[in-house]
């Protein structure tokens, strides 16, 4: 991490090389070994599903992102496609429309609107009306 902040001259996003992944199960029996115990013996593991929010993977960057190398092994820099940003207008009226909801204590809506911003351009307010139409029930998380 100190060494990608020395790198930087203003405005880079560098990403760490995290390596291969790791199943969260193989963390958990190694991090209960690493403490002197037996997992399933001195500590039960118990599954509980996913929750609400919860992701089975982590994207470190999208179509319209490419990776330089930098002087460092593990650490790559992020460069967004030429034209690649979204424009002024559509973020106002997206944060207009954010705001809206957010006040209106539309969770939905909100987490709709949230995960819109980071992909293209998208027509904001048919994200919202796509969200007015889930079940309520997803407006309540815990």
């Known amino acids: 991490m100190l060494q990608a902040g ?3 001259e203003g405005g880079e996003i560098y990403v760490l ?24 013996v001195d500590i039960k593991i ?3 599903g996913i929750r609400p929010g919860e992701r089975l993977f982590e994207e470190l960057h999208t179509e319209g992102e490419t990776v330089e190398p930098t002087p460092h092994k593990d650490i790559v820099k992020l460069r967004v496609r030429a034209g690649g940003g979204v424009g002024v207008g559509w973020l106002e009226h997206g944060l207009r429309l954010l705001a809206g ?8 809506k909100v987490r709709a609107l949230l995960l819109a911003v980071g992909r293209e351009e998208p027509a904001l307010d ?3 009306a796509r969200a007015e139409a889930a079940p309520s029930s997803a407006d309540h998380y815990e």
Not at 17 to 40: F, H, K, V
Not at 101 to 108: D, I
């Open 6 to 8: 020395a790198m930087g």
């Open 17 to 40: 090389r995290m390596g291969q992944p790791i199943r969260i199960l193989d963390l958990a029996r190694e991090m209960i070994r690493l403490s002197g115990l037996e997992p399933d």
């Open 46 to 48: 118990e599954f509980t």
């Open 101 to 108: 909801v957010a006040a209106s204590a539309q969770p939905v």
């Open 126 to 128: 048919e994200v919202v």
